[in-house]
C-alpha cells in the first residue's frame, strides 16, 4: 500500500512542479467520442489497444518553452505507442527518470499495463 501512496505524492509532486501539467494547453484538444484510432503524428485515443497519448505544454517566453508528452495505457496487457515529437532528445520520462531518444522525429514506447510515462523536454 506505501508504494501505491508513494506513487500518487510523485505524481503530484511532479504536477507541482511542471506548469504545462497544470494548463488547458492540450493537444489533440476536442475530444471527439467517436475517435478510435490517433492522428497521423500518433496522438489521441486508441481504443484497440485502451491507450492514449497527448501532449501539454508551457510556453515562458523566449528560448523557453516545456513540452510534455503523456502516455497512459488502461488495458491488461504491455502496448507500445509511437508519436512525433517536434525536437530531438533526450526526453525524460518525469515517472521513472529514464531518457528516451527519438528515432526520424519520433518517440517509441512500450508502457506496462495500467501505467503511463510523461516525457519531458525544455528547448
Request: glycine share 14%.
Amino acid at each position: 500500500m506505501y508504494e501505491q501512496f508513494g506513487g500518487i505524492r510523485k505524481l503530484m509532486k511532479t504536477r507541482e512542479e511542471h506548469p504545462g501539467l497544470q494548463l488547458n494547453q492540450i493537444h489533440p484538444a476536442g475530444w471527439d467520442a467517436g475517435w478510435t484510432l490517433p492522428d497521423p503524428s500518433g496522438f489521441g485515443i486508441d481504443r484497440g489497444q485502451n491507450t492514449v497519448v497527448y501532449h501539454r505544454w508551457f510556453d515562458q517566453g523566449p528560448d523557453r518553452l516545456d513540452r510534455d508528452h503523456i502516455v497512459l495505457n488502461f488495458s491488461q496487457g504491455t502496448q507500445h505507442r509511437s508519436f512525433q515529437v517536434p525536437v530531438g532528445g533526450p526526453w525524460l520520462d518525469l515517472i521513472s527518470g529514464v531518457p528516451l531518444t527519438p528515432s526520424d522525429g519520433w518517440l517509441h514506447r512500450s508502457v506496462g499495463s495500467n501505467c503511463g510515462a510523461i516525457y519531458y523536454r525544455r528547448h
